[in-house]
């Protein structure tokens, strides 16, 4: 190897160890958690707080990297269970109205593979009606039946997913979001999938991701710029866009004015009433079947894709 070239290479390497060691310094004297080569594997099973709340309380929770699980429980009192197997700043605080729970991991940067995640566990009485708000950075976050709470999550990176809940505001960078029964949901995503088993009010923002609900919603309302939307039954009113994907819907009856529009998607119907349809193509086949009765209503509903088909019954 010639000398220039033996130099280059040394000042090239040299960098790199002053760049990687600023970016150590970074990141363990921050608040930035940063896991490389690190690849997780079930639960931690190390349980570092635990504590029971006397008072029915709302809940908050703060974590950095940590899954949250909340789950009802033939219990009279609010249970909190900390687990990690890294080092962790943690604390369990009542204030007037809440039971306030950090867990926040000492060592940022980690290394391994099979690492047990950490994990914030409230065990909850059955008939548990408050509020339940967690600001998450990465972890999954779980809730079991609790048909009487509200719901209110801030995360950047994990899974949503919700037996039963009352209503719930979602903001979630990258993750999907799973409910089988809601009252209300409004939530946005920049990349992930929505799955709702059946609810009375959707409203829902994604980037990149499918949009379905397997059964029944009364108020429908939402938007993916890249993603099929699927629906089961719509009863009441429908608001669906997509730039690139599908519309199919089962039945709806409409009872408002709506709107179905797509860039490049075709658009289906199997049974329409209540409304009369209106529908525009640019490229694609058009097959509308409005009933004598829906020509006559005064409730329209708009379908307009650029490139699709348009298929209602």
Request: glycine content about 6%; aromatic content about 6%.
């Amino acid at each position: 190897m010639n000398k220039g070239l033996t130099i280059t290479l040394i000042s090239l390497l040299t960098l790199l160890l002053f760049f990687l060691v600023g970016v150590m310094i970074f990141l363990f004297n921050g608040n930035t958690s940063f896991n490389i080569f690190s690849i997780t594997s079930g639960y931690s099973k190390k349980l570092i707080e635990e504590k029971e709340i006397n008072n029915n309380l709302n809940i908050n929770v703060k974590t950095d990297v940590a899954d949250v699980i909340v789950e009802e429980k033939d219990i009279n009192n609010i249970k909190v269970e900390l687990y990690s197997e890294k080092e962790a700043e943690h604390e369990i605080t009542e204030s007037s109205d809440s039971v306030n729970i950090v867990l926040k991991q000492k060592v940022k940067v980690q290394f391994g593979l099979f690492n047990k995640s950490p994990r914030v566990v409230v065990y909850v009485p059955n008939n548990f009606n408050k509020n339940i708000k967690i600001n998450a950075t990465t972890g999954d976050v779980k809730v079991g039946n609790l048909p009487n709470s509200d719901l209110y999550v801030k995360a950047t990176t994990g899974d949503i997913k919700a037996k039963k809940i009352n209503n719930a505001d979602i903001k979630v960078t990258t993750g999907d979001i799973k409910i089988d029964d809601i009252n209300n949901l409004k939530s946005e995503t920049r990349t992930g999938d929505y799955k709702i088993n059946s609810a009375k009010k959707i409203s829902v923002v994604t980037n990149t991701g499918d949009i379905k609900v397997l059964n029944s919603v009364d108020e429908f309302d939402a938007t993916t710029n890249t993603g099929d939307i699927k629906v089961g039954d719509v009863n009441y009113s429908i608001n669906a866009v997509t730039n690139t994907g599908d519309v199919k819907i089962n039945k709806a009856t409409i009872l408002v004015n709506s709107k179905i529009k797509t860039g490049t998607g075709d658009v289906s119907i199997g049974f329409i009433s209540g409304c009369y349809v209106d529908g525009n193509t640019r490229i694609g086949d058009k097959n509308i079947n409005n009933s004598t009765e829906d020509r006559k209503s005064d409730i329209i509903l708009k379908i307009n894709t650029r490139v699709g088909d348009i298929d209602v019954n």
